[in-house]
DNA sequence: CGGTAGGCACACAGATCGGTGTACATAACA
DNA sequence: TGTTATGTACACCGATCTGTGTGCCTACCG
């Protein structure tokens, strides 16, 4: 019999209860923002009593940076780990958001929760570290002549195309796309033209 | 004898009501953001009885998109109206933060607000418009062969430098103007070398 | 002098917030 | 069988939020 399903009364044992909290987190507050969503609501959408939720969960403090935790696979590993792209179309997959915009949960927990101490606030600036700092490695494997700092670039068309489309209402991917292009053709010194070569500086 | 000062009880008649509020708006509501100042709060630093803060606002809503509105003359005019400086080095001045960083509140408004219909969102929307519009003039008037786009992309760059000096809690700008550089020496045809001439992209 | 407008102090309403306390129910394990 | 986790339902706490209602007070103006 089933072990992990719900009883008459509405039981839900077996392990799935975190995640349940954890899923509800990544809708709620992804739509509503995290100030916006109080633990009530959230554990209402979750199926777990509140009790439950602050059983695993010391407090939503917590909860907000475990929420933030859980980003990493399908932002990082998808996009950098791909075999089957040169480093410098990875480098550019970077910019290729899907039409349902995610939009940076880093940024705006950073802004939302406004104590740069807060975990969630921490874990918001190693992430976007941790994505320089890969962004910096591709750009070492496509030939970089300064590979940090092409990563911090790159980085920075990221979050600038973020908090745009965010502001603005409007996708400014593709404008971030273009500038990185730029700066990738004109930072690997022999450019393996993928479209349109164009000759380095020199020196 | 001056009508603008207080009377023995407190009065500070003289129409500084409105001012004080504001006033204390901008210092609140950018260092602890909107949702974390309470109208209660806002009106002691204002010194300012929460009864007459309502008289002059018809609800916060109304006060944040008031409080957006006091930016404009020190982050639009200041830069672009230098009649001292060339159009390119205007465009390169509006990376020229101050160091005790004012950082965006429009970015910080529309991830607070969440709302996009919001007063103050949509005048953030109108603001970040605005500067791209006036960068794109700049361009235009420093000969760059797209003006909107030079424009567009010099304010994702703004953007970008903004919200990752929060999210990370270091200066960003220095890249973000670095990436100007390039982007404006590559847009404009014949390029005015002003330290490192640089042959524009061959049709 | 008296009227009026603008402001103050303060209590309060209603909602929501994060977080707990308590008593009860179920499943797994002994 | 009984024990122990694990979870539920629900009331509740204190704090804080936006926003009002009320009464008084004082500066200005005629």
Request: hydrophobic residues 40%.
């Amino acid at each position: 019999m089933a072990e992990l399903e719900k009883g008459p009364t509405g039981r839900r044992r077996g392990r799935g209860a975190r995640e349940r909290i954890l899923g509800a987190s990544q809708q709620l507050f992804r739509e509503q923002g995290i100030n916006r969503t109080g633990m009530d609501q959230l554990c209402a959408a979750a199926q777990v009593s509140k009790r439950t939720a602050y059983q695993h969960f010391t407090g939503k403090d917590e909860l907000v940076a475990e929420y933030l935790r859980r980003f990493d696979p399908s932002v990082l590993s998808d996009v950098f780990d791909r075999t089957d792209l040169t480093p410098r179309e990875r480098l550019l997959a970077a910019f290729d958001v899907p039409p349902n915009a995610p939009l940076c949960p880093f940024i705006a927990a950073a802004v939302e929760l406004h104590d740069p101490e807060h975990p969630g606030s921490r874990y918001a600036r190693e992430y976007k570290m941790a994505v320089a700092a890969r962004l910096a490695d591709t750009a070492r494997e496509a030939g970089a002549t300064d590979p940090e700092q092409l990563g911090e670039q790159l980085a920075l068309l990221i979050d600038g195309a973020a908090a745009r489309t965010r502001v603005l209402d409007a996708d400014a991917f593709p404008t971030a796309a273009a500038i990185a292009a730029v700066l990738i053709d004109n930072a690997i010194p022999a450019a393996v033209g993928d479209d349109h070569p164009r000759e380095a500086v020199s020196s």
